[in-house]
């Protein structure tokens, strides 16, 4: 498996927050100061403040030291769902390697989604828990996910204890997200928690739905400015 090509230094910015084109991409300030290991990293210098850096900070392989193409190959075995073990295998990767890629390559992740994921246009929004656990069934875990009914994106994922902490940080911090979030439909499981934080979480009234000749809908709450 080919190493993925080199971005240009167009694309790539100054990370510098203190630098004044910080964050900002093509302006030509970017030089290579030096290559260096195996996989040619470049080692960057802006122009603009003299900071020096390698290419690969504030990406998911910062401070990886095994070859990329090989770290790669064990973030898209992940990707798919493949075990820690299976992974270790099909990458000839330390097991120990694959886990503590798999921290970095998470930890990165939540970083991305909390930066892109913001001021989402979502009209209804399905909430719900499902029960597992870690390493061995004697750690139990509660994951609750909330997801655009519509696009299937996950908006919000929270792990622990299922307590009212769960619900709450599930809630409000999936509400921080939403560009609307006094006009949509939520779409939980039924646990009472939802009923009783929505309009702390949302800023408006619960307001379930009415019943029909079919008998009562699932569970859901309209929040709109109006009411």
Same mark, same amino acid.
């Given at each position: ?11 790539? %910015? ?23 290991? +195996? ?39 992940? %990707?798919?769902?493949?075990?820690? +073990? ?73 792990? *622990? ?28 499981? *039924? ?9 702390? *979480? ?26």
């Amino acid at each position: 498996m080919p190493a993925s090509p080199r971005l240009p230094l167009s694309a790539l %910015a100054c990370v510098n927050s203190s630098c004044e084109v910080y964050g900002q991409a093509g302006k030509e300030n970017l030089i290579v100061r030096k290559v260096y290991g +195996k996989d040619n990293i470049r080692y960057l210098r802006c122009r603009c403040c003299g900071e020096e850096v390698s290419e690969r900070k504030g990406t998911a392989l910062w401070y990886t030291k095994i070859p990329e193409e090989r770290a790669i190959a064990v973030g898209r075995q992940l %990707a798919e769902g493949t075990s820690l +073990k299976g992974t270790s295998r099909l990458t000839h990767s330390h097991r120990d390697t694959v886990r503590r890629l798999t921290r970095k390559f998470g930890e990165h992740a939540e970083r991305f989604h909390h930066q892109k994921a913001q001021q989402l246009d979502i009209e209804v929004l399905e909430m719900d828990e499902r029960h597992g656990f870690v390493a061995s069934k004697a750690d139990q875990c509660w994951d609750a996910v909330a997801i655009d009914a519509a696009s299937k994106f996950i908006v919000q994922v929270e792990v *622990g204890p299922r307590t009212q902490s769960l619900f709450e940080r599930l809630m409000y911090r999936s509400a921080a997200r939403l560009a609307h979030p006094q006009d949509l439909v939520l779409m939980p499981d *039924g646990d009472a928690c939802y009923r009783t934080l929505f309009p702390i *979480g949302f800023g408006v009234p619960y307001l379930p739905p009415a019943a029909t000749h079919w008998g009562a809908l699932p569970l859901c709450a309209t929040a709109s400015p109006e009411h």
